[in-house]
């Protein structure tokens, strides 16, 4: 992929943020590898960054059988958390500023060092100085919420507004925590951690090899999503959405 390719799939993707129009499709028409859809969403970072915002984490996707299934994908991807992407409460996600959003419950991990190497479940769990619950707001800048694996992580992997709870030192067992997602109250949802990645620790596991991979080094105090329990949910308007983790805590947002 040229540089100018590159930068004209970023420059159409972060138009479709903007303007909330989705965009095509491009990676299956233009042969794109997984390193070039990451090299896109480099350059869309980048733009963001001009306009002032700043890299404060990672998200992972695709970490859970059911996030897989739901999107017709079969690897764990990454997208950056940018400054501007994260809603604290009282504040609302736009949902004017959005396509087709949809609701992830999610728990958040705040990282001590920065980490350039691969990581095993020991040095994950060292790495990591803070758990909290999380809510991840998911939009697809591509129409009817479809891409291949080149698609979305171009797209950033389908990041657009998340909000975490409190943070809590990680000394309670996170293995097997049920994880509610509610809508004004009402659970729509139910999962369990053990379903991200067979246990939360692992997504740091595996974002420190994909990120040596693509050249990224995390960084001390970056939020690391670890990607939904379950499915996605759609959100079709104003609305509350809360994600209740047993023994962690509860964090809610809202839409609209
Ligand atoms: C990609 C984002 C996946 C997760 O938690 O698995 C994700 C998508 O489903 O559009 O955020
Ligand atoms: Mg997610």
Redesign the pocket.
Known sequence: MLQTEAETFAAALDYAKRSAIPTHQFALEHGLTVDDAYRIQNKLIEKRVLRGATVCGL??????KA??E??G?DQI?F?RLTSDMQINYPDRVPLSQTIHP?A?P?LAFRLAIDIDYALDFESAVSAVDAVAPAL?I???RYEN?Q?TLED?IA?N???SHFTVGRWRPLTMDISALEMTLLVDDEPVLIGNSREISGHPVNTIVELSNLALKQGLKLKAGWIV????ATE?VAINGACKISCVVSGLGEVEVGVG
Do not use: N, P, Y
């Not at 998200?59 to 859970?64: D, I, R, W």
């Open positions: 998200k992972a996707g695709f970490t859970s996030k897989m739901q999107m994908v991807i997208g949809r992830e999610e991840e998911i939009d697809s919420f891409f979305v797209d992997s389908s990041s999503l670890a990607g939904a996605a």
